[in-house]
Nanobody
Framework: QVQLVESGGGLVQAGGSLRLSCAAS?????MGWFRQAPGKEREFVAA????????YYADSVKGRFTISRDIAKNSMYLQMNSLKPEDTAVYFC?????????????????WGQGTQVTVSS
């Protein structure tokens, strides 16, 4: 069973940046970031395929967030720039054996515990 641990969340002012990290206990295939705000459903943020060459973003973060991974370190990252108050949520990393860049939570097999990101206005 793959274990995923997120880090890097925190409090930042609007317009600021944060970098989230996700450490996996073993090599994984496709991975993704999701987020969940209070009272809302978990939503897709970004995904990356097994070798990092294919990425996919939600329209709401395209151009502001960058997903990447370091295969040698079994790690994935999310660089978040130009943060907005509406980006406030708990951010989760997830992994899957599916091919490509899945965007639905049900397509992922393993999940981290999440890290809180709060953007103040």
């Amino acid at each position: 069973q793959v274990q995923l641990v997120e880090s890097g969340g925190g409090l930042v002012q609007a317009g600021g940046s944060l970098r989230l990290s996700c450490a996996a206990s073993e090599r994984t295939d496709s991975m993704g970031w999701f987020r969940q705000a209070p009272g809302k459903e978990r939503e897709f943020v970004a995904a990356i395929n097994w070798n990092g060459r294919i990425t996919y973003y939600a329209d709401s973060v395209k151009g502001r967030f960058t997903i990447s991974r370091d295969i040698a370190k079994n790690s994935m990252y999310l660089q978040m720039n130009s943060l907005k108050p509406e980006d406030t949520a708990v951010y989760f990393c997830a992994s899957t054996g599916a091919v490509g860049v899945p965007s639905r939570p049900g397509e992922y097999d393993y999940w981290g515990q999440g890290t809180q990101v709060t953007v103040s206005s």
